[in-house]
Nanobody, 116 residues
């Protein structure tokens, strides 16, 4: 079992920055990919960024150049540095972990609100 706890969300003005954190506990050795997704009411949850245990990253086009995903050396925490935030980045951000056995775990989500 893996538990994920997100933090770092909040209210920020357009152009500002936030840093989200997701701390994993439990069977962290089993985690391969970790990522951040976001969801707004009435829309599907979408991938924002993900990172593999080996450090390979991928981003949705709308955040490239503005967001950076990283992972600590202990492989237990993943971060999402969000710069140049836009009102359209407003969403609930969820942390996701995928194990080598392809089991998926989700965090409880953290609200990010960007005011114009």
């Amino acid at each position: 079992q893996v538990q994920l706890v997100e933090s770092g969300g909040g209210l920020v003005q357009a152009g500002g920055s936030l840093r989200l954190s997701c701390v994993a506990s439990g069977a962290i050795f089993s985690i391969n990919f970790m990522g951040w997704y976001r969801q707004v009411p009435g829309k599907q949850r979408e991938l924002v960024a993900e990172i593999s245990r080996g450090g390979s990253t991928s981003y949705v086009d709308s955040v490239k150049g503005r967001f950076t995903i990283s992972r600590d050396s202990a492989e237990s925490t993943v971060y999402l540095q969000m710069n140049s935030l836009k009102p359209e980045d407003t969403a609930i951000y969820y942390c996701k972990a995928i194990t080598y056995g392809r089991t998926v775990y989700w965090g409880q989500g953290t609200q990010v609100t960007v005011s114009s």
